[in-house]
C-alpha cells in the first residue's frame, strides 16, 4: 500500500475532549472553540453528544451548542446519538450527521453502555432506519481495538465482526478507537488488515490516543496501508471515564505537523491550529499535550 494523497481530519475535541473535563466548561467557549476550528481549516468537527446529562453532565448543553453554531458552509458538523432518544433531539437541532458507538469488548460495552456488544449493535438498527429516513448519514465508532483496560488484548477478528456488523447497517464510516492507547504499530496494522477484508479502506477511519506515547507511530502504520481518515483532538484534549489512566486522543497540531511533513494535504493551518490549542488548554486550566503545540507556542 502507498500513503493517501490527502487525508480528512475528523475533530473530536469538542465532544470526545471536553466530556470528561472535572470543571463545567459553559457554551460560548465551546462555541468559540468550534469556530476557531472551522478557521484554522477543520472541515469535519464533532460538536455534541446527545447522551444523558446523568452520565456525561458535560455534554447536557448539547441542544444549545448544536443550535447555536456559526455554521460554515465548508464544514460537517456531527454529534454523538447512541440512541434513538438522542437522534431526534440531535434531530431537532438540525444535525448534519451523527455518529453511533460500539465496542470489540464485551466487558467495556458492559461499563460504557451497560449492554453487551449484540444488544449494542441492536440498539442500533432503529438509530441507522431513523437516520436514513431523515437523509443524515451515520458513522461508526469501534472502541477497544487495541486492548481493553478489562478483558486486555483483543483479537483482530472481533474488531473486524463488529466493524462489518456497523458497516453492513448502514455506516458510510468506521472509526478504529485505541481507546486506552496501548496499541503498537504492528498490532495497528494487523487489526486493520483483518478490517479491511470486509470494508473497503475508504470506508475506514483511525482513532488513537496517546496513552502510551504510541498514537503517531501506529497512524503512520495505518496510513502506510491506506487509511485517509484520522479522528484527533486539538491540544491531546480527551480520555476515557471507563480506562482509568488512559490519557486524550492524538494531538490535532501533531497529526498535521506529520502529514505536512509527508506531503500529505490537509487543507489545515497549523499556526492557526496551534494557537486554537494554545487558547483552549489556557481558558479550561489544562496542559497543552501537543508536542507541536508547545514547540510553536515557545517560538
Avoid at 444488544?119 to 437523509?135: C, D, H, M, Q
Wanted: one cysteine or more.
Amino acid at each position: 500500500m502507498a500513503f493517501p494523497t490527502t487525508v480528512r481530519l475528523v475533530e473530536v475535541g469538542p465532544r470526545d475532549g471536553l466530556q470528561n473535563e472535572p470543571n463545567p466548561i459553559d457554551t460560548a467557549t465551546k462555541l468559540e472553540l468550534i469556530d476557531r476550528l472551522g478557521a484554522a481549516g477543520i472541515r469535519y468537527i464533532e460538536a455534541a453528544s446527545f447522551v444523558s446529562p446523568k452520565w456525561v453532565p458535560q455534554m447536557a448543553d448539547h441542544r444549545e451548542v448544536m443550535t447555536c453554531l456559526k455554521r460554515r458552509d465548508s464544514v460537517t458538523y456531527a454529534a454523538l446519538t447512541p440512541n434513538l432518544k438522542g437522534l431526534e433531539a440531535a434531530l431537532e437541532c438540525g444535525v448534519e450527521e451523527v455518529a453511533v458507538f460500539g465496542a470489540a469488548s464485551e466487558a467495556f460495552s458492559q461499563k460504557n453502555i451497560n449492554c453487551s456488544v449484540s444488544e449494542s449493535l441492536e440498539r442500533f438498527a432503529p438509530v441507522l432506519e431513523r437516520a436514513k429516513e431523515a437523509n443524515v448519514r451515520v458513522r461508526g465508532y469501534v472502541s477497544c481495538v487495541l486492548g481493553c483496560p478489562y478483558e486486555g488484548e483483543i483479537a483482530p477478528a472481533k474488531v473486524a465482526e463488529v466493524s462489518k456488523a456497523l458497516y453492513e447497517m448502514g455506516c458510510y464510516e468506521v472509526s478504529l478507537g485505541d481507546t486506552i492507547g496501548t496499541g503498537t504499530p504492528l498490532k495497528a496494522k494487523r487489526m486493520v488488515e483483518a478490517v479491511n477484508r470486509d470494508i473497503p479502506m475508504t470506508q475506514l477511519a483511525a482513532h488513537f490516543h496517546d496513552t502510551y506515547g504510541q498514537a503517531l507511530a501506529n497512524l503512520y502504520a495505518v496510513l502506510e496501508e491506506g487509511i485517509a481518515v484520522v479522528d484527533s483532538s486539538v491540544a491531546g484534549l480527551g480520555g476515557c471515564p471507563y480506562a482509568k489512566g488512559a490519557s486524550g486522543n492524538v494531538a490535532s497540531e501533531d497529526v498535521v505537523y506529520l502529514l505536512d511533513g509527508l506531503g500529505i494535504e490537509t487543507g489545515i493551518d497549523l499556526n492557526a491550529l496551534a494557537a486554537t490549542g494554545t487558547w483552549i488548554t489556557q481558558t479550561i486550566g489544562r496542559p497543552n499535550r501537543s508536542k507541536v503545540g508547545v514547540a510553536l507556542a515557545a517560538k
